[in-house]
């Protein structure tokens, strides 16, 4: 029995870590994507997890299959594509470690996953199925996480939703706002941050939480804010949790290791999303924002996810 499934991007984050005199930079790789990050946390705070989607039969792929299998995640539903190149992001820091995007996907591997090359036999055997919304930017993998979407809700499946919006590989913002809404209508458990619901809604996390319950029927709601913290709500309980200080390097994948570590609680809670009481929200949200915020001090998203003892030393401090 696995704990979970992400569906979707895996891909290289090239990060800038010098420049030269002329302003060339010098980048390093690192293995990504959203889903990938997320279920890097899940597993190394105490869930199993399982990953769909497609890479180049390059050697980007095998560095990621190879980085995903050391993590700990099962790798069997990656597709090898000789016909494609593994997805490649490249990003630039300011000077609080914001990041900005480019892709080179046009298209990538990630995006050329069809429905009928998905192993269903891992959403049968998972509790939860996770998904993003960049895989909805394009045809096929648009109709393929539609489809597994549909066939995990099917089947009585927990679905997790992350809007991880990045404009840049949307035609226009009216595109990504539809396949966002479309994406939270489908989901359970949705992790979203303060600047995705202001995107969505021009509104503040707590009238976002509030939509996402009362609009979409989302069981748990849990909008990230930076170094704020985060702010977590079901039917029964509010509650907003701090983040511990840090000084960050690189936030690339800060959202999506608390994603999978608030994820990795609940599920070892084994208690439903809207039942959950205020304490047990407050514990999942202290979690998740320490590590998610330890996170920041070191480079990349799955390299840089720290050990569980660690997270609860910071807490105990």
Known sequence: MLDAIALGELLIDFATVDTDRDGYPTLAAHPGGAPGNFLAALHAYGCSGAMLGKVGADTFGDLLCATLAQAGIRTEGIVRDPSVFTTLAFVTFGPGGERAFSF?????ADTQLRFDELDLSLLD?????????????????????QQAVAYAAAHGKLLSF????RLPLWPDADAAKTQILWGLRQADIVKISDDEVRFLWSCGPE???????ADFGVR???????PKGCLLQNAGAAVRVAAPRVLPVDTTGAGDIFGGSA??????LGRAPEALTEDELTAIGRFAATAASLSTQYPGGISAIVPEETVLRCMEG
């Open 207 to 213: 009238e976002g939480a509030a939509r996402l319950l």
């Open 220 to 226: 748990l709601a849990m909008v990230t804010c930076g």
């Open 263 to 268: 994820v990795s609680r609940l599920l070892q």
């Open 104 to 108: 080179a996907r046009k298209p990538g």
């Open 162 to 165: 992350d809007p991880n919006l």
């Open 125 to 145: 055997e998972a509790r939860l199925l996770h998904f993003g919304s960049l895989s909805l930017t394009q045809e096929p993998v648009r109709s393929a996480t």
